[in-house]
């Protein structure tokens, strides 16, 4: 994931010079690299069939814990929604943001995979009495649906490895404003350094600086809204050997050894005691992408 090239510049020295990122390469590989991290510890399982069979209420219950707080990229959203227009909801999961929106907009399409995030979804809406919600089982971008006048995608772009595909369906599909939510890593996180240590780059995941600099060459010069409630509560882990578990998962190394001693060392000088738990030092925030579809 790292290379050189030489240029020659008039009456110079021959220089290195860092080539230009493969942006689209880069998140693919990612995508794909978590992929088979994914496939492997969910082989002959539940989780083979739908990822969040064992997930999806305690997802619900994650959601409704964050959004008890004020949060800028929620209240940005809703000022942008005018009154009855319709919203897409691509990989809405528990129906949080759908929800949210139908009580603005006219109506509202959920577009999700996952059939026991539909469950969930649909005795939420139930429960909370809304209407103007379809629910739409299927994966962007193959998923048939109509034009609506904005679309939204929150975190539900990582397990999909081709992004311009997917943005490219989503503009076709709207008629006013797109909006993405997706995580935005610093760069001195744990995953993010130990990302630098074994592939050459910091790039841990497939993220808000991959996509934006997709969404660029694609000719959309995008706003952003960073989430301006900071950092994502810090991970932690009941030991060291579950946190180093946990990072070689996330970086799909589950197989290899040779970077045990590296990550061990990296784990026990970054991750803090306290309490019983390692803490992991916060690194993670929601950036908010937006732009007009038309
Ligand atoms: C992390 S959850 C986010 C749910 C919701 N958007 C939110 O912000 O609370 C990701 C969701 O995206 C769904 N998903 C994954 N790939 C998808 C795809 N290609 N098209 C539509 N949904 C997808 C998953 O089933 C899951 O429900």
């Not at 989780?47 to 707080?69: I, M």
């Not at 129906?95 to 907009?105: D, E, I, T, V």
């Not at 599909?173 to 240590?197: I, W």
């Not at 694609?218 to 509560?233: F, H, P, Q, R």
């Amino acid at each position: 994931m790292h290379s050189h090239a030489y240029v020659a510049l008039e009456n110079e020295p021959v220089k290195e010079m860092e080539k230009s990122t493969n942006w689209n390469a880069l998140w693919q590989e990612l995508v794909e690299m978590k992929t088979r991290s994914h496939e492997k510890s969910r082989a002959g399982t539940e989780q083979e069939k739908d990822a969040w069979c064992k997930k999806a209420l305690e997802f619900k219950e994650g959601v409704k814990r964050r959004w008890s707080k004020p949060d800028s990229s929620r209240d940005f959203i809703l000022s942008q929604i005018s009154p009855d227009s319709t919203v897409l909801d691509i990989g809405a999961g528990v129906g949080a943001w759908s929800a949210l929106l139908a009580r603005k907009a006219k109506n509202v399409t959920a577009v999700e995979p996952s059939p026991s995030m539909i469950n969930v979804m649909r005795n939420s809406l139930a429960e909370e009495g809304i209407a103007n919600v379809a629910i739409v089982q299927g994966s962007w971008p193959d998923v048939q649906v109509e034009p609506h006048d904005y679309s939204l995608c929150s975190h539900s772009m990582y397990g999909y490895p081709d992004l311009t595909g997917f943005v490219r369906r989503m503009v076709e599909t709207t008629r006013k404003t797109c909006f993405l939510l997706l995580r935005a890593p610093t760069l001195d996180g744990v995953r993010s350094e130990a990302a630098r240590h074994i592939w050459g780059q910091p790039l841990d995941s497939p993220n808000f600086t991959i996509a934006f600099n997709i969404l660029l060459q694609m000719g959309i010069y995008a706003n952003v809204l960073m989430e301006n409630t900071g950092l994502w509560k810090p991970r932690k882990s009941a030991s060291l050997q579950e946190a180093l578990k946990d990072l070689k998962r996330y970086l799909g190394l589950d197989n290899a050894a040779e970077h045990e001693p590296y990550l061990k060392e990296l784990l026990k000088h970054r991750l803090k005691l306290q309490g019983g738990c390692y803490f992991w030092p916060p690194e993670v925030r929601s950036a908010l992408v937006y732009w007009q579809a038309k």
